[in-house]
């Protein structure tokens, strides 16, 4: 299985704010080979209903636009395989050199932000690649319905559809794929609080020579009340580690071949 050229971004219509033009930009200067697609909320539907219609009801039932949006992300990437790439990330270089001979690669957050919520490992949702049908996505996508709970009881939209949920399905898996957990310093360099410093003065005190690209953590979605409600749900995800046992991570990431060191 090898990962395909093709970029993937969304936005709920073609008109993606000025705001993001130099992020989207950047990523047609590294990857001048790449075919580039932006998916709508009208494109998003169509291919649930048209490829997907058992998770429709689901897709529909959702509250607000972002779980729909982290939900097609990983039904995207199943269906063409790719690179799936949040509006906000800049791009510093060709990431070729990450996915070459890898069939699945996704990225850890900042340890600061583990630290700070008191988990061992997070997932980021942000940017992520994969073959075709690779069987991670297609353990995602199939178990997306059962984080529905989630979403009705007004847990953390991270619990529902986005980092909480795709690090338990991974820490989850039973049988070893094919998967490459990349350290944040390759893909997630930045907190938070270090990008919106980034953003502002176009500089910040941390090492990037290993960034291939920067999340610059936009947050379009949330406002801060939102934000500080959603990130309770790394509480529920340190419980849950707890309960699997400490050493259950590393287990997994032993035949996952997890290069975080």
Not at 25 to 34: F, G, I, M, Y
Not at 121 to 141: D, T
Not at 155 to 174: C, N, Q
Not at 208 to 221: E, N, Q, V
């Amino acid at each position: 299985m090898s990962i395909p050229k093709i970029l993937h971004q969304t936005w709920k219509d073609e008109h993606v704010p000025d705001d993001f033009s130099e992020c989207v930009q950047s990523w047609r200067t590294h990857h001048p080979d790449w075919q580039v697609r932006l998916w709508t909320d009208r494109d998003n539907r169509q291919l649930i209903a048209e490829e997907y219609a058992w998770f429709l009801e689901t897709y529909d039932r959702y509250p607000t636009a972002i779980q729909r949006a982290d939900a097609i992300r990983y039904f995207i990437l199943h269906r063409y395989g790719g690179m799936y790439v949040d509006l906000d990330f800049i791009c510093l270089k060709s990431l070729d050199p990450l996915l070459d001979g890898r069939a699945c690669v996704v990225g850890m957050e900042p340890p600061q932000h583990c630290r700070h919520h008191r988990v061992p490992n997070l997932l980021c949702n942000a940017l992520m690649a994969a073959a075709s049908g690779h069987p991670f996505f297609e353990r995602v996508i199939r178990r997306l319905p059962e984080f529905v709970h989630h979403v009705e009881n007004n847990e953390p939209i991270l619990s529902s559809t986005g980092p909480i949920m795709m690090t338990r399905v991974l820490a989850d898996l039973e049988t070893p794929v094919s998967v490459t957990v990349l350290p944040s310093r390759f893909l997630y360099p930045l907190t938070m609080h270090q990008a919106a410093q980034y953003r502002l003065a176009g500089h910040v005190g941390v090492d990037l020579s290993d960034a291939f690209a920067i999340h610059l953590f936009y947050g379009t979605w949330w406002k801060t009340e939102r934000w500080d409600r959603n990130w309770r749900g790394y509480y529920k995800l340190k419980s849950w580690i707890q309960r699997r046992g400490s050493g259950h991570w590393d287990r997994v990431a032993a035949w996952l071949g997890d290069p975080r060191s």
